[in-house]
């Protein structure tokens, strides 16, 4: 992949990532502690009703799931994880990549794109991770705030 392409790519995700209506959602923008924005860059627009699960990994290596969502005609998904569930560990964030390009007549390279990131080694944090879709790649980037301003 070309290196203006690459730049593009992740401009358009922080772009995406900073762009969050927060009027729509009012007060839940500050009390939610992981939400999720997808950007289809084929289209360039917002991915809706892509399908996601968030699991957290056990002292054993193993993933158990703690959350599920599917993004919103914003391409965005709030309350995923409430305060008290959202510990601090190793988190993984699974796109169902695959279905949403088949549901839009497309054959994708991948079948999931997946996040997998630690919550909360600094202290309490709030997490935006935003994801740029094609079919044949992506792009991930995260914001990450003081929970409490």
């Known amino acids: 992949m070309s290196r203006s392409l690459l730049c593009l790519l992740l401009a358009s995700a ?3 990532c900073n ?4 009027e729509k959602h009012g007060e839940s923008d500050v009390k939610c502690p992981l939400m999720v924005k997808i950007l289809d860059a084929v289209k360039g627009s917002p991915a809706a009703s892509v ?7 056990g002292t054993n290596g193993e993933w158990t799931q703690v959350a599920n969502g599917v993004t919103d005609v914003t391409g965005e998904v709030h309350n995923l994880i409430s305060e008290q569930d959202f510990t601090a560990g190793v988190y993984r964030v699974e796109f169902d990549t695959k279905a949403y390009w088949k549901a839009g007549g497309s054959t994708p390279f991948h079948e999931t794109a997946d996040v997998v990131f630690e919550a909360h080694a600094e202290g309490h944090r709030h997490y935006t991770l935003a994801l740029l879709l094609s079919p044949y ?12 301003p």
Do not use: E, G, I, M
């Open 14 to 16: 922080v772009l995406l």
């Open 19 to 22: 762009a969050a209506p927060v």
């Open 51 to 57: 399908v996601l699960k968030v699991s957290r990994q």
């Open 137 to 148: 790649s992506y792009t991930t980037t995260a914001v990450v705030t003081n929970a409490h």
